[in-house]
């Protein structure tokens, strides 16, 4: 049971990335995602997340208009566009799992590795 990020890499500012998050071994019906990125020599930003079942999402306000998350139940993927990208974006990405609707980290028993996004011209 985990859960791999993947689809990082280098973009320009403005550009747009699609992240992918392979849930396999979730049932997404029982478990909300959550994306969270850390940037070098930051803390770990919670994002967004996407609840199980409903569907319903939330935004944190450095993400909200930019980027949308949306899942694949029958296919265990969630994934995360991203758009408008800037250089303070830089960061590693990781996807979650919680039971909760939470974008507390603690709340965030299941983490998979990372994927690097770089936003440079």
């Known amino acids: 049971v985990q859960l791999q990020a993947s689809g990082g890499g280098l973009v320009q500012p403005g550009g747009s990335l699609r992240l992918s998050c392979d849930a396999s071994?979730?049932?997404?019906?029982?478990?909300?995602i959550g994306w969270f990125r850390q940037a070098p020599g930051k803390e770990r930003e919670g994002l967004l997340y996407?609840?199980?079942?409903?569907?319903?999402?939330f935004y944190t306000e450095s993400v909200k208009g930019r980027f949308t998350v949306s899942r694949d139940n029958a296919k265990n993927m969630v994934y995360l566009q991203m758009n408008s990208l800037k250089p303070e974006d830089t960061a590693v990405y990781y996807c979650a799992a919680t039971n909760l609707a939470s974008m507390d980290e603690y709340d965030y028993h299941y983490w998979g590795q990372g994927t690097l996004v770089t936003v440079s011209s």
């Open positions: 996407i609840t199980k079942v409903a569907g319903r999402t």
């Open positions: 071994g979730f049932n997404l019906d029982y478990f909300a």
